[in-house]
């Protein structure tokens, strides 16, 4: 716990109370913090321990919240919370109900903007500088630019306009040579060459007409006071290139800086992992990534993309063994997409591995370069549904719905491991339009990877219990806990339950079966209702003047918090009990 005499430092009002001298203990002490509150749970704690000093100068030099200060990624921020009347409530990070794990503007006055996703402060911050301009106003703009962000498209885009402008706005680079996997690309490269000689002609900042500074040693506190403090008395677009660790201030996560990017529980005094919960079961993930790489190695067309997630995606294996087979692209799912659609076009099948809240960014992509030429690309659309404890910037509740309405393009959702296989090995059989596989992140209700593969009908689904009176129709990994449903309610042979696999298509020779035969039509999935599976059974009735009831059920209109799998389906009606005492309330109906 923190000492007597820094107890009582919330804000940065408090900080500015303490002495130089004082500060580097206090950053000890602000580390073992965050070190003893993530060792009891889910967090990101690598990035965080490494911005520690730079979190401490930062308030301590600029008049924060009046300056404004913007972390990109957010998850670097969690001293930035403690130091932001957050200390008492930090220990209910990600918790539902408790704080955010990412920069949050509803949530405190020091957050003024919110960033759950890479890339975005620079542009943000220069917003805000050129409306201090146009209203008059006196203030700084920093944005913290971290974790290998400073590679994707938008923060290039943002430099490029930057260095046009004479906005006030100070980036600090925070230069850790990692994202979540190390960093990969020649700006990497770069840096890694200025931190070791100084370039006597102009660096890429500079070419940029961008006063730059640095390399700095991003751990020394009196020396970021003193450069910031000569920062803050300059005007004007300009960058400070800082250098930290990852990890830093606990041994394991200085070594091993992948796996502490967000450990779970560990012991906070030797930093070592708890023993893992034996789980017979294994991941959607490990499925994914074992079975491409089984295809790829005997398929040499198969090329796996991936913006920065290998370990994520489940591709570290595949990275290693298949190097040439395999592509980490980075923070730059804009540039995944096109460069898949570019060897799409030359005749290799490339696999792009983007999580569902991340493909968002590549919208016009996936329609310009992919769908409207029709190229043969496979979508393994990671985190659909609901993750989790990283709240609304990450759950994969709208994919279905922005890619739905795309020409050309076809969309499954498995309900399995086993059908996730078959669906992988099924498509790389050759396709001519492109695919899109969604599934979600957790365990499987496999316990080992098989390759007895099975080749599937594209766009039928299946009849997985008969009944006489309500139709169930459901979408991926729901169907399981349906099923569960089914096996204890009363009277459950009028229901009958039926897996779609296939958003688009729709197998309309099923649903033609189900509006000719069942009195009601409920529809259950994990997305977004409005524009979703839902939306187009509705479309496909009233296209053929089906009148029968049809109920949706799925996520309403609203971005879903942060918490607990299991809570946060209970409060969106998905969980176990919410459908049974939905299915019991419509047979109470019917047999009524």
Same mark, same amino acid.
């Given at each position: 716990?923190?000492? #007597?005499?820094?107890? &009582?430092?919330?804000?940065?009002?408090? %900080?500015?109370?303490?002495?130089?001298? #004082?500060? &580097?203990?206090?950053?000890?002490? %602000?580390? &073992?913090?965050?070190?003893?509150?993530?060792?009891?749970?889910?967090?990101? @704690?690598?990035?965080? %321990?490494?911005?520690?000093?730079?979190?401490?100068?930062?308030?301590?030099? /600029?008049?924060? =919240?009046?300056?404004?200060? !913007?972390?990109?990624?957010?998850?670097?921020?969690?001293?930035?919370?403690?130091?932001?009347?957050?200390?008492?409530?930090?220990?209910? @990070?990600?918790?539902?109900?408790? !704080?955010?794990?990412?920069?949050?503007?509803?949530?405190?006055?020091?957050?003024?903007?919110?960033?759950?996703?890479?890339?975005?402060? *620079?542009?943000?911050? @220069?917003?805000?500088?050129?409306? $201090?301009?146009?209203?008059?106003?006196?203030?700084?703009?920093?944005?913290?630019?971290?974790?290998?962000? !400073?590679?994707? +498209?938008?923060? /290039?885009? $943002?430099?490029?306009?930057?260095?046009?402008?004479?906005?006030n706005v100070l980036v600090v680079l925070n230069d850790n040579s990692m994202g979540i996997d190390p960093s990969v690309g020649a700006l990497k490269d770069y840096f890694t060459k200025i931190k070791k000689v100084i370039p006597t002609t102009p660096n890429f900042f500079q070419s940029l007409n961008l006063p730059y500074q640095g390399p700095i040693d991003g751990h020394d506190i009196d020396l970021l006071i003193s450069v910031l403090k000569n920062q803050k008395h300059q005007l004007g677009p300009r960058v400070l290139h800082i250098v930290t660790t990852k990890g830093k201030g606990l041994f394991e996560a200085e070594k091993e800086q992948v796996i502490y990017h967000s450990p779970g529980k560990f012991d906070p005094i030797t930093g070592k992992l708890n023993p893992l919960e034996k789980h017979k079961k294994i991941k959607f993930q490990q499925i994914f990534g074992q079975t491409l790489l089984h295809l790829a190695q005997k398929n040499k067309k198969i090329v796996a993309i991936t913006p920065a997630m290998p370990t994520g995606s489940g591709l570290v294996n595949m990275m290693k063994i298949l190097p040439n087979q395999c592509i980490d692209v980075g923070i730059?799912?804009?540039?995944?997409?096109? @460069?898949? $659609?570019?060897?799409?076009?030359?005749?290799?099948?490339?696999?792009?591995?983007?999580?569902?809240?991340?493909?968002?960014?590549?919208?016009?992509?996936?329609?310009?370069?992919?769908?409207?030429? &029709?190229? =043969?690309?496979?979508?393994?659309?990671?985190?659909?549904?609901?993750?989790?404890?990283? +709240? =609304?910037?990450?759950?994969?509740?709208?994919?279905?719905?922005?890619?739905?309405?795309?020409?050309?393009?076809?969309?499954?959702? =498995?309900?399995d491991g086993v059908e996730l296989q078959n669906i992988l090995y099924t498509a790389q059989l050759g396709i001519d339009f492109p695919l899109v596989i969604r599934y979600p992140r957790g365990y499987s209700g496999q316990e080992i990877v098989l390759h007895d593969f099975k080749k599937i009908p594209f766009g039928k689904g299946k009849e997985l219990k008969r009944g006489n009176e309500i139709a169930i129709l459901s979408l991926g990994t729901i169907a399981k806990t349906i099923a569960s449903v089914l096996s204890e309610i009363e009277c459950s042979e009028a229901f009958a339950h039926f897996d779609l696999c296939f958003v688009k298509p729709l197998d309309e020779v099923l649903l033609e079966y189900v509006f000719k035969n069942f009195k009601i039509v409920i529809v259950?999935?994990?997305?977004?209702?409005?524009?979703?599976?839902?939306? $187009?059974?509705?479309?496909?009735?009233?296209?053929?003047?089906?009148? *029968?009831p049809i109920i949706l059920e799925g996520v309403d209109d609203q971005f879903v918090p942060h918490g607990k799998i299991a809570d946060l389906m209970s409060e969106v009606g998905l969980d176990k009990k919410s459908i049974k005492n939905k299915l019991q309330l419509l047979l109470n109906k019917i047999m009524g």
């Amino acid at each position: 716990m923190a000492l #007597d005499r820094f107890k &009582k430092i919330h804000n940065p009002s408090d %900080l500015r109370k303490l002495l130089p001298k #004082d500060l &580097k203990a206090f950053a000890e002490e %602000l580390r &073992k913090e965050i070190i003893l509150i993530l060792s009891k749970g889910e967090g990101h @704690l690598g990035s965080s %321990l490494g911005t520690i000093e730079l979190t401490l100068a930062l308030h301590y030099v /600029f008049n924060t =919240p009046k300056d404004l200060l !913007i972390w990109d990624v957010g998850h670097q921020a969690y001293g930035h919370k403690i130091l932001t009347e957050r200390r008492k409530v930090f220990k209910n @990070l990600r918790q539902r109900h408790g !704080i955010s794990g990412f920069p949050k503007r509803e949530e405190s006055k020091y957050d003024p903007f919110g960033t759950g996703h890479a890339g975005t402060a *620079i542009s943000a911050a @220069l917003g805000m500088a050129i409306s $201090a301009e146009l209203q008059k106003q006196n203030r700084h703009h920093i944005a913290v630019v971290g974790d290998a962000s !400073i590679a994707n +498209g938008m923060s /290039f885009e $943002a430099l490029n306009h930057l260095g046009t402008t004479k906005a006030n706005v100070l980036v600090v680079l925070n230069d850790n040579s990692m994202g979540i996997d190390p960093s990969v690309g020649a700006l990497k490269d770069y840096f890694t060459k200025i931190k070791k000689v100084i370039p006597t002609t102009p660096n890429f900042f500079q070419s940029l007409n961008l006063p730059y500074q640095g390399p700095i040693d991003g751990h020394d506190i009196d020396l970021l006071i003193s450069v910031l403090k000569n920062q803050k008395h300059q005007l004007g677009p300009r960058v400070l290139h800082i250098v930290t660790t990852k990890g830093k201030g606990l041994f394991e996560a200085e070594k091993e800086q992948v796996i502490y990017h967000s450990p779970g529980k560990f012991d906070p005094i030797t930093g070592k992992l708890n023993p893992l919960e034996k789980h017979k079961k294994i991941k959607f993930q490990q499925i994914f990534g074992q079975t491409l790489l089984h295809l790829a190695q005997k398929n040499k067309k198969i090329v796996a993309i991936t913006p920065a997630m290998p370990t994520g995606s489940g591709l570290v294996n595949m990275m290693k063994i298949l190097p040439n087979q395999c592509i980490d692209v980075g923070i730059a799912e804009q540039h995944a997409v096109t @460069l898949a $659609a570019g060897m799409a076009s030359q005749g290799i099948l490339p696999f792009c591995v983007i999580y569902s809240t991340f493909l968002q960014r590549a919208y016009d992509q996936i329609i310009h370069d992919v769908a409207l030429q &029709k190229l =043969p690309i496979v979508f393994c659309i990671d985190r659909s549904g609901i993750v989790g404890h990283d +709240g =609304p910037t990450h759950h994969g509740l709208f994919d279905i719905a922005f890619l739905r309405c795309i020409p050309n393009l076809q969309i499954v959702s =498995p309900r399995d491991g086993v059908e996730l296989q078959n669906i992988l090995y099924t498509a790389q059989l050759g396709i001519d339009f492109p695919l899109v596989i969604r599934y979600p992140r957790g365990y499987s209700g496999q316990e080992i990877v098989l390759h007895d593969f099975k080749k599937i009908p594209f766009g039928k689904g299946k009849e997985l219990k008969r009944g006489n009176e309500i139709a169930i129709l459901s979408l991926g990994t729901i169907a399981k806990t349906i099923a569960s449903v089914l096996s204890e309610i009363e009277c459950s042979e009028a229901f009958a339950h039926f897996d779609l696999c296939f958003v688009k298509p729709l197998d309309e020779v099923l649903l033609e079966y189900v509006f000719k035969n069942f009195k009601i039509v409920i529809v259950f999935e994990e997305g977004i209702k409005k524009g979703g599976v839902g939306s $187009a059974i509705l479309e496909f009735a009233a296209e053929r003047e089906y009148h *029968i009831p049809i109920i949706l059920e799925g996520v309403d209109d609203q971005f879903v918090p942060h918490g607990k799998i299991a809570d946060l389906m209970s409060e969106v009606g998905l969980d176990k009990k919410s459908i049974k005492n939905k299915l019991q309330l419509l047979l109470n109906k019917i047999m009524g």
